[in-house]
């Protein structure tokens, strides 16, 4: 089982790095007054960690939420 585990990490590894060589082109993004230039694979990278972050932080908003309208304390 342990050598299908590192199939499988070999295999996603391969994929992000080849997903990184195929997407080298650059792309600005402008927020107001600022803008930045970077390539597209680092930009979905950072998109992907940012909606990691904020979709964790809402469950964990929205539990709080439930909690406190069924009156039980964490």
């Known amino acids: 089982m342990r050598f299908v585990y590192m199939g499988l990490i070999f295999l996603v590894t391969a994929m992000v790095l080849l997903f990184k060589v195929q997407n ?3 792309v600005t993004i402008s927020l ?4 930045l230039t970077l390539p ?3 930009l979905i990278f950072g998109v992907y960690i ?3 972050l904020t979709g964790s932080a809402l469950w964990s908003l929205l539990r709080g939420f439930l ?3 069924k009156g ?3």
């Open 67 to 69: 909690r406190g309208a």
């Open 50 to 52: 940012l909606g990691m």
């Open 72 to 74: 039980k304390t964490a």
């Open 24 to 26: 080298l082109t650059s």
């Open 32 to 35: 107001f007054s600022m803008s």
């Open 40 to 42: 597209v694979s680092l």
